[in-house]
């Protein structure tokens, strides 16, 4: 079992390594057509996106709060509102979320972590029907 002490951050390898998953996941995004209707939700070209994520998932695993220290309160939800995320979106982002990290070797307990995490948090993100 992984040391309770080590956050999710370092274990997933730093900065280095939260950027490693944000690129393979944005990266899918834009290559595997399964995730189309996400990547219509997105802007061209994906860097601020990129940046934003990277940003927000340092603090939220653990490490440094790049984020907050950007914009403040991440108020995800508030800020996702303008989009139409419904089921299908949700779950082509799970999917593509899901593909990142196997493909970038998320150890498996923490794969399962984070993967209820995500889940939930995009489930909560819906804001319209499907």
């Known amino acids: 079992m992984a040391d309770p002490e080590i956050t999710p951050f370092e274990r997933l390898g730093g900065e280095a390594g939260v950027r490693r998953l944000v690129d393979r996941f944005y990266d899918l995004m834009e290559l595997e057509g399964a995730y189309a209707e996400l990547r219509a ?11 934003k994520l990277y940003w927000f998932l340092c603090g939220w695993l ?12 991440p108020m995800l939800r508030a800020r996702h509102l303008p989009y139409a995320i419904g089921n299908r979106a949700r779950d082509q982002w ?10 970038v070797g998320v150890p498996d307990d923490l794969l399962a972590g984070l993967t209820q995490a995500f889940q939930g948090t995009a489930d909560w993100m819906r804001n319209r029907p499907d």
Do not use: K, V, W
């Not at 939700?41 to 940046?51: A, E, I, Q, V």
């Open 41 to 51: 939700l997105h802007p061209t070209p994906l860097d601020g996106s990129r940046d």
């Open 94 to 103: 799970m999917a593509c979320m899901d593909q990142a990290m196997h493909e």
């Open 62 to 73: 653990g490490g440094p709060n790049h984020y907050i220290e950007r914009f403040g309160h």
